[in-house]
């Protein structure tokens, strides 16, 4: 069964950083199956970042791209999206997302203050 945990996330102000984590488990890990998402209250869930390619080419929003980076630890199925410059309207609950399985984790929350 195909599990993700995320963990990282919690109260930070405008300009500062935050690195989310997702542990995967129940599948041969492959950074190219892995997304993040976010949701802000009273929005449609949308894309943040992913990895295009298993050989690390990624894509991201142009509302995080220069600020966001994805990344992953094959080794320890974990993929992480470093935060930086961090703007209020950054705040929602961050999802990790398998692509193959279409399985969600439960989702982290992130507060920026300004």
């Known amino acids: 069964q195909v599990q993700l945990v995320e963990s990282g996330g919690g109260l930070v102000q405008s300009g500062g950083s935050l690195r989310l984590s997702c542990a995967a488990s129940g599948f041969t890990f492959s950074r190219y199956t892995m997304t993040w998402y976010r949701q802000a209250p009273g929005k449609e869930r949308e894309l943040v970042a992913g990895f295009i390619t298993s050989g690390g080419i990624t894509k991201y929003a142009d509302f995080v791209k220069g600020r966001f980076t994805i990344s992953s630890d094959n080794a320890k199925n974990t993929v992480y999206l470093q935060m930086n410059n961090l703007k209020s309207d950054d705040t929602a609950v961050y999802y990790c997302?398998?692509?193959?399985?279409?399985?969600w984790g439960q989702g982290t929350q992130v507060t920026v203050s300004s």
């Open positions: 997302y398998h692509g193959v399985s279409r399985t």
